[in-house]
């Protein structure tokens, strides 16, 4: 059963560019969350997705910043006309309901360079 | 707002030598509390989690404490080795298991 997978694991983008970044949650697990370390902070919460639904945005950047989790296929987050201060690591995890149980499963993240 | 606080930043020991990292929150209102492990560029490994109503969890040479009333976590490694050189993250689950990180404690074992 393979874990939460990320793709891709490095990504270099110039200003103004668009990164995107995607993440295939666990066999069975419907539920998916985007979370973002900045250098020297802890993680932050961005965004909680279900199949074809965004739950909770509450952490997302206001511009630029996009979450999707089609039917079929990764879920996709995806910034726009990118700035140096999103330089970070981008953490992808699962979940297989929405119990309040702390439960998530954690991508090896994508760490995005901009230059 | 909840926010998480871990002390100290940054910690160097011996190898063999118990240490106690620790861990504050300032919302009691939480489902439970987890331990993580970051080794560089990798993904969060879960070590431990503690529902809010127990007191502690053990696992191996690790044991996590929860104060819930007070706000406060420990973790407890016993005979440090240089394969527990990592960052330690600990987070508190609230409403939508949306997960709160502190900033992490980064432990070096050494020879």
């Known amino acids: 059963n393979a874990g939460v997978m990320q793709n891709p694991r490095h990504l270099v983008r110039r200003r103004g560019q668009e990164a995107r970044l995607r993440c295939s949650p666990m066999?069975?697990?419907?539920?998916v969350y985007w979370y973002r370390q900045l250098p020297e902070e802890g993680l932050k919460f961005m965004v909680y997705?279900?199949?074809?639904?965004?739950?909770?945005e509450s952490g997302m950047p206001k511009e630029r910043f996009s979450a999707e989790f089609p039917k079929e296929g990764p879920s996709i987050l995806r910034i726009q006309q990118v700035v140096r201060g999103d330089s970070a690591a981008y953490f992808c995890?699962?979940?297989?309901?929405?119990?309040?149980?702390?439960?998530?499963?954690f991508g090896e993240g994508s760490r995005l360079t901009v230059l | 707002k909840q926010e998480v606080t871990q002390i100290p930043a940054a910690l160097s020991v011996p190898e063999g030598e118990n240490l106690v990292l620790n861990c504050s929150f300032t919302?009691?209102?939480?489902?439970?509390l987890q331990w993580f492990r970051q080794d560089p560029g990798k993904g969060l490994t879960s070590l431990l989690l503690?529902?809010?109503?127990?007191r502690e969890q053990t696992s191996g040479r690790l044991n996590a404490s929860l104060d819930k009333s007070s706000g406060r976590s420990t973790l407890y490694i016993a005979a440090s080795q240089p394969g527990d050189s990592a960052t330690y993250l600990c987070?508190?689950?609230?409403?939508?298991?949306?997960?709160?990180f502190g900033t992490g404690t980064q432990l070096k074992v050494e020879l």
């Open positions: 987070a508190v689950t609230g409403g939508g298991n949306k997960l709160t």
């Open positions: 066999k069975g697990h419907s539920h």
């Open positions: 919302d009691s209102a939480i489902y439970n």
């Open positions: 503690i529902q809010s109503s127990q």
């Open positions: 997705l279900q199949k074809e639904n965004i739950i909770d």
């Open positions: 995890a699962s979940s297989q309901d929405r119990r309040n149980t702390g439960e998530l499963f």
